[in-house]
């Protein structure tokens, strides 16, 4: 099983896992057009403690488990399941714009109140630790801690913005897949915002009941640097003095613009 383990939402958890699962189903794009993502990996949020079964039914475990699957958990919540050889790919955005996606998708989710504030009043909950999956840092420190375990490696959404092709060819390489250049192309032209923010397999579009698409898309921006037409100074400085302190020192470091 490949786990892809990742601590952000919405437009960066759902390229990269349609790039693993492309390159784990020989590329093959008719299908991931005719089957929703949800339905092509395991959610282990919504699974039971063994990962053997599912809450409520929403999804059932294939013989054997699934070959790919993804989650937001922390990785202490994890620690039993990252000792196997299970190949894991570790998904890492800026907390700055990981942040305000996290903001945009409070607003959407209707499990989570659709939050109505503005990014300040959210950012009282980010200061006292109580958004979803914990404080940013500490989840990113956390899986960053298993960086030499064997079979994990880690995408960083700034690169695979800035430089696709590489970013796929890593995956590739790592999952032992072979590939030529018109699979990498073809990979690369089908996880652009642009066109998994249209296709229904992947914009997320057959949630209504649980998200408020009215508030704002799934599929929102994904592009690097949108916290500056956010953030206040009080707020980019709060953050630039977490990282400073929690990340740098682990040797953790972010790109926050390109």
Not at 76 to 83: F, I, V
Not at 113 to 139: A, T
Not at 213 to 219: A, D, I, L, N, Q
Not at 223 to 246: L, P
Request: aromatic share 12%; net charge negative.
């Amino acid at each position: 099983m490949v786990h892809l383990l990742f601590d952000n939402h919405c437009s960066g958890t759902a390229r990269i896992l349609e790039i693993a699962w492309l390159l784990m189903n020989d590329i093959d794009v008719k299908k991931a057009e005719e089957v929703n993502q949800r339905k092509r990996h395991i959610y282990l949020d919504m699974c039971d403690p063994d990962f053997k079964s599912s809450f409520m039914g929403s999804i059932k475990l294939p013989p054997g488990g699934a070959a790919l699957a993804k989650t937001h958990l922390p990785q202490h919540m994890m620690q039993e399941h990252t000792k196997r050889d299970t190949k894991i790919i570790v998904g890492m955005r800026n907390p700055k714009d990981n942040l305000l996606s996290i903001y945009h998708f409070y607003r959407m989710n209707k499990a989570l109140g659709n939050f109505v504030g503005s990014f300040s009043d959210f950012f009282i909950l980010i200061k006292e630790k109580r958004v979803i999956c914990g404080d940013i840092f500490d989840h990113s420190v956390g899986w960053w801690s298993i960086r030499n375990r064997p079979n994990t490696m880690y995408v960083f959404y700034e690169d695979l913005t800035e430089d696709p092709v590489k970013e796929v060819r890593r995956m590739a390489e790592f999952l032992g897949k072979e590939t030529s250049d018109e699979d990498i192309t073809k990979i690369v032209e089908w996880t652009t915002f642009a066109n998994m923010s249209q296709m229904k397999s992947t914009n997320y579009e057959d949630c209504q009941r649980m998200f408020n698409f009215k508030v704002t898309p799934y599929m929102r921006k994904g592009t690097v640097g949108d916290w500056k037409n956010q953030f206040n100074e009080e707020e980019s400085d709060y953050i630039d003095e977490q990282y400073e302190k929690n990340c740098v020192p682990a040797g953790l470091k972010f790109r926050f613009e390109l």
